[in-house]
């Protein structure tokens, strides 16, 4: 699985952006305001089905998407201008995402739109100009019209098809339609009676459950994909969760722990590949790579397996082989393709290492799932205080890199933005505020240079974070401690004065 979005972390609330002091819950907070504000443009599907033989064929798919926009409240959503020249400069077609796309909602927004489908109240925020053209184009030709005369009415995207022949429907008894090929519609002058039998028709076009069939659109594969309970796999896929829980199942809830519960019933089996390689740089030589592409390509050309059985054989399906002829970096289905791929050459090789026996010629799928247990439903977390989110039980305590301590002198109203660009040509700090003149700086790459360089600048003092030393709470319980030691020692000499 992967997915494409109009924007990865809002703006529009300060201090939203990832940062190193996040915990799982603060950053799933902040990830949260960010996908109730964005949208999907493209999912992408891999399927990999594994042949008699040491193969597996892959059919790839590119979903464009939409909000629905039929029968329930106008859907808003924000576009990050970065993403949108991300996605732009990969060629997305921004074209199928608008007119094509296909529609989409979650339980809440189904519920209300078949409320509005009982009532017969299922029309969108559309373009009305276009409804209402058709009327007119229809009552105008109807009158001069006989019984079983036709015409079509052309150019019609999307929800157009189903609004029009409903509200032609409800607007003149005489009339009945038929969807066609190229976003057309038939309709026919008809009886009253002639138009009943054709209602009561199994063949009607526009009888609610498929309208509802139609108005959910991607959700009913989601569902199947809920239903089959087959392991689910993606790269740096917490925010690919996130969409699939907001847009397909329900809104996020507040709360993190049922989020993690939630995903864990929906997907039993999911595996992050860039967990699985994170942990391969550090049990095989796996060179450290910074994406997907780069991850497939070292897998591809390097032989790090040289003595055990080869890989096996990743064949794309005769309507996906372009995939195998061009590389095709953040389309949904290629990227989906290369997760597929990743998985399974890096489940071989952890397999190949993991024994000391000989590895079949043509190990099984649950043998890889066995090697690879350590790794499933634990999610990558980006710059924070736990390496991985575990989605089957609690998360590992959170562990920061060593810390920086930065005293303030001289320096009124200092802010933490202000400290942040002071450090910034150095290396990348994320900086929290410990008190009113301190502050702590936090890095991956912790640099030793930044204390010689602060060691006499006239207004800033680094030094290196020490938790009984520096914290505002040990600090507070030490001032304490020292009031009452001294209260009892003037107690103890008073008490004994007056006893002399």
Known sequence: LDMEFTGLHSTYLQNNEPSLFDSPVERYLKARQSVQRFTLVQLGLAIFSKENSNKYVVHSYNFFLFPSTLGIRDVEFTLSASSIQFLSHYGFDYNKFLKDGIPY???????????????????????????????????????????????ILQDLNGYHMIEVQLVLRQALENVWTEPLEDKKVMVKKVSPEHRQLLENSPYDHCQKKLILLSARGFTNLFQILVKVKKPLVGHNMLMDLMHLHDKFYRPLPESYEEFKRNIHNLFPVIIDTKTVTKSMQKKCLFPRVSSLLEAYAVLCSSNLNPKGPPCPVIALASGCSRYAEKESPHEAGYDAFLCGSVLL????????????????????????????????????????????????????????????????????????????QEFKPHCRFDVRRLSKNQFILLSNKYKQLVLRDYRHHPHLQVSVYRHWRHSPSVNCLLQISGIVALWSLLAFVLGGARSC
Request: glycine share 4%; proline share 4%.
């Open 105 to 151: 909602m979650n339980e809440v927004q189904e519920k209300i739109f078949r409320q509005h489908l009982l009532a017969g109240t299922c029309t969108s925020n559309a373009d009305r100009d276009v409804l209402k053209k058709a009327i007119d184009e229809v009552t105008s030709w109807i009158a001069a019209a006989k019984e079983e005369d036709t015409m």
């Open 345 to 420: 050459m890096s489940a071989h090789l952890l397999l190949c290492r993991s024994t000391d026996n000989a590895v079949e010629a043509e190990p099984s799928f649950s043998q890889y799932l066995t090697v690879l247990a350590e790794h499933v439903n634990k999610v990558n977390f980006i710059r924070g205080g736990v390496s991985s989110i575990n989605f089957s039980g609690e998360d590992s305590p959170c562990r920061h890199p060593p810390a920086l301590v930065v005293h303030v002198r001289g320096w009124p109203g200092v802010t933490e933005r202000q400290i942040y």
